[in-house]
């Protein structure tokens, strides 16, 4: 399994500020780097749960009797906690977006390197594909799929053009979405469009905005006081969810005060926001756009 080295690695599993005997979770388990650095630092009596939805992380199951692999996406965090037996945690740990696993295996249809079908489900028993979102929606709801996630200001134009082009054929592959919206690729920016455009059928595919708020608004409830959360995000809105969250405890409207004026808020940042250095860009590209946030509960 074609797995880089964890991006951040030191840095968000020092976040968690780990204890011997606490209990943890990975909540994008992908190659197991961050989940074996976390065992490392655990004594005999910690424990460490870990979840992913793509049936090919199982492959990477490590064998301690101290973890546990969970084959289900993270927005479920609170139920298999409580399945296992767990209230409270001590950390929770997240690198969101696409494995390097995933984006590497041209079959899963992820990549703008590869001519595959378009596919892009990050677990297998997702009934929507990419397939499904690019010729099955509306001319409506794919414009606003490529406007919110891909951030692209002709997203009313692209989305004419595939609803006209499948006219003459459903739109299969890679390849084929590409000739499809050639007008739109300049030379100079071609990759940079076409990886906006598949970021945004992706996070559609997944519904991957929705499990993170989802998962987010259940950490004041899974992390005991005193414990931390360290989140790597890789775009934008991501970032801007986790960031808020962290903030404000929600993600639109204003926090809550007390009687003194004083926010009330789930959890209190930690330290500044963390990125790559240049040495760990150059060694691992997909770390370019990581950003990193750690918080405590209070």
């Known amino acids: 399994m074609s797995y880089h080295d964890p991006v951040l690695l030191k840095e968000t ?3 968690l500020a780990i204890k011997e005997d606490g209990v943890y979770v990975d909540v994008t388990f992908g190659g197991g780097g961050h989940s074996r650095e976390i065992l490392k630092r ?3 009596e910690g424990r460490l749960f870990a979840f992913d939805q793509d049936e090919d992380a199982l492959q990477n199951a490590i064998d301690d009797d101290r973890f546990t692999l969970i084959n289900e996406n993270f927005r479920f965090i609170k139920r298999f906690l409580r399945f296992y037996g767990v209230k ?3 950390g929770v740990l997240g690198d969101f977006g696409v494995s390097s696993h995933q984006f590497d295996v041209a079959d899963r249809g992820f990549s703008i390197r590869f ?4 596919d892009m489900r990050m677990s297998r028993k997702n009934v929507l594909s990419a397939y499904d979102v690019v010729n099955d929606y509306s001319e409506q709801d794919l414009r606003k799929v490529l406007a919110e996630y891909g951030e692209l200001k002709n997203a009313y134009a692209i989305a004419k053009t595939i609803v006209e082009k499948r006219k003459d054929g459903d739109i299969k592959t890679g390849d084929e979405l590409k000739v499809a919206i050639q ?5 100079h920016r071609e ?9 945004a059928v992706r996070i559609e595919v997944n519904q991957e905005m929705e499990a993170l708020k989802d998962f987010l608004i259940q950490l004041p409830e899974v992390v005991k006081k005193g414990g931390r959360i360290s989140l790597i995000s890789y775009h934008s809105l991501e970032d801007r969810l986790v960031k808020r969250f962290i903030r404000a405890g ?3 409207g204003e926090p809550e005060k007390d009687f003194y004026g004083n926010v009330e808020v789930p959890f209190k940042k930690v330290g500044k926001l963390i990125v790559p250095n240049e040495t760990e860009i150059a060694r691992n590209n997909r770390a370019r756009s ?5 918080a405590e509960k209070v």
Do not use: C, H
């Not at 007008?183 to 030379?187: A, M, T, V």
């Not at 990581?290 to 750690?294: C, D, Q, S, V, W």
């Open 13 to 15: 599993v020092d976040g």
């Open 42 to 44: 655990l004594g005999s």
């Open 88 to 90: 409270e945690v001590d």
């Open 115 to 118: 001519n595959a079908e378009l």
């Open 183 to 187: 007008r739109f690729l300049p030379k």
């Open 191 to 199: 990759n940079k469009v076409l990886a906006q455009i598949y970021q």
């Open 250 to 252: 929600m993600f639109e």
């Open 290 to 294: 990581a950003k990193l946030r750690i």
